[in-house]
């Protein structure tokens, strides 16, 4: 939880409507994914071929990263920045935005299923691009199902604030964290990333403090293993994996760290053994993660 989390951090009922259509004669809506807890994961095979790689492209980039610790076991109930689009509104907006979008709800659609809501975040905020133009950004999400009904259950008088309950689709539940109040979108997103307790009352405190002083307090960060990391920084050799959240400067290692970590390196281990064996491609990883979620006991 180093910058503003997210940011690297609408399921519509149709179905009396397109029932209606195709009673009158009209063409036959295409079938909704299985979303129950038996349904088979992760299933593209009826899908178009832009579509396909998308949803491939998905897969992997999630395992790669920290989505890894949510898809294995909901140990992070959720996990961001999958992907990213950013495309101009104004003063005139991109054409080619809709289409893209487009793809990749209809990507993530089918990859949601069973406990794994996989959504598209698009967030409030327009920002400065180019020139004069301003742009907006979008990111592709991955949650558990029941990491996240246990986190707002277990922060529930918190939760209920920003109008988040348990139950809400992943996309409606991002949507409200997005454009809750500074320090409460900083409380939820730590909390549902997965960071300990600790380490996300020091950032939305160090935050708020930060506002006042205009000075960012000093802190240590955790990291764990990704098997996607970035370059060095300067002066340094070691490279920086994905999943990090901060803690104040100094701070040895607390039993909430400890036990997370311990969580963690099973599950990398698997998926390094995995990851590293070949060369791997979104097909790979949809297959990948079809096999892991069957095998996966219910949480």
Known sequence: ???????????????ALLAGCAAVGGAAPTPRPDRSPGAACLDVATLPPDVRATAGH????????EG?????GGLKPVSSDIAQFRWRVHPTVEPSAGDTLARWRRAVAALSCGE???AVQVFAAVHPGRGLDSVRTATVAVGHRAAIAETISRHAAFFIGIGVTTGLPLSDVLGLVDVAPRAARWRAYGLLFGYPAPAVDFFVAAGLRGDSTQRIEPRDFRRLPTWRKSAPAPGTTDSLSSFVYAVPAGAPWSPADSALARAVAPRYARYAAWRGAASRTGEDALAYWRSQLAALPPR
Do not use: E, N, W
């Open 1 to 15: 939880m180093s910058g503003r989390p997210g940011g690297r951090f609408l399921r519509l009922a149709l179905g």
């Open 68 to 72: 890894l610790y949510t898809l294995d």
């Open 116 to 118: 794994i809501d996989f």
């Open 58 to 65: 998905f897969a992997l980039a999630a395992g790669d990263r």
